[in-house]
């Protein structure tokens, strides 16, 4: 009866090795809990989830957490606020941009739990006018036109025809739009029927950058007179002959 005990010594061993590979394995398989927080929010969040063979489309609260199992070894994060998402966001023709913050990346979920904070950053900016015009000059209709109409589903520019309008108010000569980040410096402005202007440009040379993560808005003060135009945004300036008006 020894001689059998001792030769079940190893068989046991092995079976002990064995079953503690099994966990191993097993564990490096279960899914990761995954906690999103999205504080600092400016509405709800809709945070759309993939993985291999797992995706989730959940809208959150503002200022709130929540936790989620999901696969190893990562997923894609789309945060998505003050928009509405259908595989990227577009923007109707004569539509400004509306108040969208978004974020597209991946977490590492190659652990058991797993906290992050989605990527989620202003992706408008808003262009606000103020119109200084002779006396007795009414308001006139005004136009921002472009050729980045939404995002993509990767969250880059998409190409596209844009356009939005407006008519300073009669009272402060005061006027505003949002548009989306651009790709270039094609922005045109009009105003009336039949002044263009390369906005675009103008941006570009007062340093104003389409690469950051949070667009800044812009403050344009516009003297309009009989002979010209000026554009000013804080220390820069930009003036341009208006002899057509003569």
């Not at 980045?148 to 300073?168: D, S, W």
Request: proline residues 7%; contains cysteine.
């Amino acid at each position: 009866m020894l001689r059998v005990k001792h030769k079940l010594i190893p068989v046991l061993l092995g079976l002990i090795c064995l079953s503690c590979n099994i966990v191993k394995e097993d564990r490096e398989l279960c899914p990761c809990n995954l906690t999103i927080d999205v504080a600092g929010a400016p509405g709800e969040v809709r945070l759309l989830l993939e993985g291999p063979s797992f995706a989730m489309d959940e809208t959150v609260p503002g200022d709130t957490s929540v936790t989620w199992r999901v696969p190893r070894p990562d997923v894609r994060i789309t945060a998505v606020s003050g928009a509405t998402w259908d595989g990227g966001v577009n923007i109707p023709y004569g539509q400004e941009c509306p108040p969208l913050y978004l974020g597209v990346g991946r977490v590492g979920t190659n652990a058991e739990e797993v906290s992050c904070v989605p990527p989620l950053h202003k992706a408008y900016c808003l262009v606000d006018m103020q119109f200084n015009c002779p006396a007795g000059w009414k308001p006139l209709p005004v136009a921002i036109i472009g050729n980045v109409c939404g995002y993509t589903v990767a969250g880059n520019p998409l190409e596209g025809e844009f356009k939005c309008e407006a008519e300073p108010s009669g009272g402060t000569g005061r006027c505003s739009f949002r548009i989306p980040r651009q790709r270039d410096a094609s922005l045109l402005l009009t105003i009336g029927t039949g002044w263009t202007f390369a906005l675009g440009e103008y941006l570009r040379l007062s340093g104003y950058d389409w690469a950051e993560e949070d667009l800044q808005d812009i403050v344009l003060d516009i003297d309009l007179s009989l002979t010209d135009i000026t554009f000013r945004s804080a220390a820069w300036e930009h003036t341009e002959k208006l002899w057509f008006l003569i």
